[in-house]
């Protein structure tokens, strides 16, 4: 007899990683194959937008831990590129037809680049997302560039931005909003970072839209054309634009899966094309996309590194369980960031937040816990170097406590609330049901 | 620190979702782990494998369990 298919894990990075580790956990003791599309064991993404661009680890240093015995196959270097859900088998980029008994698509997020005809292939204009990214990013870095300039004022933008104003290097960071992170966060916590990119000594451009780039003779960039007719030199760029999910490769697969995501139930099962749960195809990590009770049953993908873990090791679970036995996965999305000295920290979804209240500390100080409120109700916790008051309005949020969380408190000045400030949704040419956490 | 990556060396990473600047770690095994500003965590990754007690005993230190070693040697085939 042949032997079996066995499970499958497409996608070789920490949900897929941490997928394997616990179906083995376990006990699943069948053929275990997992697909990477880059030539690495999986590694760790978060240090790759501070350490290593900052030259205080190695790319290479990143690898993750595996936690358990794998006795995997592993197929590195090699994306898939078609699902076959009828002969249950993968391709590969090299020609490889793999079978599967199960299947967890884990294949991630890509970085969103910037258009080839404005200039997205000249020489020194980067994304950041992957561990080769970081490593070329880094000798660009140490080739001492003239002029940076940042475009995007989310996560990967301002950890930039604080690496490279560390290094002493001349940055400037533009975003169409008023402040950094005002998608993730508001304006009202969004104006801290401004500051602090200021007192850094970088220049902040805000409400501003880059339209081009434009090169030398040879190929290498050399400034931005923005939208206003203004121009900013530069011979080094990161287009920090957040990033598009995985699934360019599930095209004609018959299932629910566009550059939002591919749809899960709650149970982590993907969806087919009519909405039907697929029993052999789950998926996890910032790829997925469900539906979160705590937050009306939005569906939403989250890009996080506790989702990655969380959802992998959940729907590990459901693979190996019988169909009347699938637990639907619980989870509060939570992020870090590290900038500019400060430690910065979110549980919840802050999205539809209609007010914010500091509740420890204050925002002059840069040390403060801040929380979202929605319709009377806390939806999400913000810590800036505050960490350890966290896991309390952690625990309000999941239980859906009211908003202002605590008033009155002995050792606190009366809480006033203000307005998050988020503004407007850029219109996406794409309306979609669907939202991505990405920060 | 500058930390580049060993011949042999061990895997470590924290959950930073967990980890609170308890700093317990940064006690047990300070080659290995140090706080930057009030509470930013910065560790070795790939630390060589004469430090593996003192990460074992950083690992058990940390109140909130955040820290994750790999225990045994790489297993499984290579592309």
């Known amino acids: 007899m042949p032997e079996p298919a066995g499970i499958v894990m497409v996608g070789a990075s920490l949900a897929g990683l941490r997928g394997a580790e616990a179906l083995r956990r376990s006990g699943y003791a069948g053929p275990l194959t997992l697909v990477g599309a880059e030539p690495h064991r999986p590694y760790d993404r978060p240090p790759l937008s501070k350490h290593v661009l900052v030259g205080d680890l190695d790319a290479d240093a990143t690898r993750l831990p595996e936690l358990a015995s794998l006795h995997a196959r592993w197929r590195l270097g090699s994306p898939a590129i078609a699902l076959d859900r009828t002969n249950r088998t993968l391709r590969l980029a090299d020609g490889t037809a793999l079978a599967y008994d199960k299947l967890l698509i884990a294949t991630g997020a890509e970085a969103r680049s910037w258009p080839a005809e404005t200039g997205g292939r000249l020489s020194g204009v980067f994304t950041l997302r992957g561990r080769d990214d970081a490593a070329a990013l880094r000798a660009a870095v140490q080739a001492r560039p003239r002029r940076v300039l940042i475009v995007g004022g989310g996560l990967i933008g301002c950890e930039t931005a604080s690496c490279l104003r560390d290094l002493g290097l001349a940055v400037t960071l533009v975003d169409p909003n008023p402040t950094p992170l005002a998608a993730s966060l508001g304006t009202f916590v969004g104006g801290v970072i401004a500051d602090c990119l200021r007192d850094a000594g970088a220049a902040f451009r805000p409400g501003t839209m880059v339209r081009a780039f434009e090169g030398d003779g040879s190929g290498r960039v050399v400034r931005a054309r923005l939208s206003d007719g203004g121009a900013i030199e530069a011979d080094l760029v990161i287009a920090a634009l957040g990033a598009t999910r995985a699934t360019g490769w599930l095209q004609g697969a018959g299932l629910m899966a566009d550059p939002g995501g591919v749809t899960c139930d709650a149970a982590c099962r993907v969806l087919d094309a009519e909405g039907a749960p697929c029993p052999d195809i789950y998926a996890a990590g910032d790829v997925a996309r469900w539906p979160i009770p705590l937050y009306g049953n939005r569906l939403v993908s989250v890009e996080h590194w506790g989702n990655a873990v969380e959802q992998a090791g959940h729907a590990a679970r459901n693979m190996l369980a019988r169909p009347d036995d699938q637990r639907p996965y619980q989870h509060v999305p939570a992020f870090w960031s590290s900038q500019f000295g400060i430690n910065i920290k979110l549980v919840g979804l802050t999205a539809g937040a209609d007010a914010l209240a500091v509740v420890q500390g204050s925002r002059a100080s840069r040390r403060f816990l801040a929380v979202y409120g929605r319709n009377g109700r806390s939806i999400a916790a913000l810590s800036f170097d505050q960490a350890r008051w966290l896991p309390a309005y952690a625990q309000a949020i999941t239980a859906g406590g009211a908003f202002p969380p605590i008033l009155d408190a002995t050792d606190q000045p009366r809480i006033e609330t203000a307005a998050p400030g988020f503004p407007p949704r850029a219109t996406a040419p794409a309306p979609s049901r669907s939202e991505t956490v990405h920060a | ?79």
């Open chain 2, 1 to 79: 620190m500058k930390i580049v990556a060993d011949a042999k060396p061990l895997r470590v990473v924290v959950d930073l979702n967990r980890c609170q600047g308890y700093a317990q770690c940064c006690y047990a095994a300070p080659d290995a782990f140090t706080l930057r500003g009030h509470e930013i965590l910065f560790y070795d990754p790939a630390p060589p494998a004469a430090r593996r007690g003192a990460i074992e005993r950083a690992v058990q230190a940390c109140p909130v369990r955040a820290i994750s070693l790999q225990a045994g040697a790489d297993d499984g085939e290579t592309p």
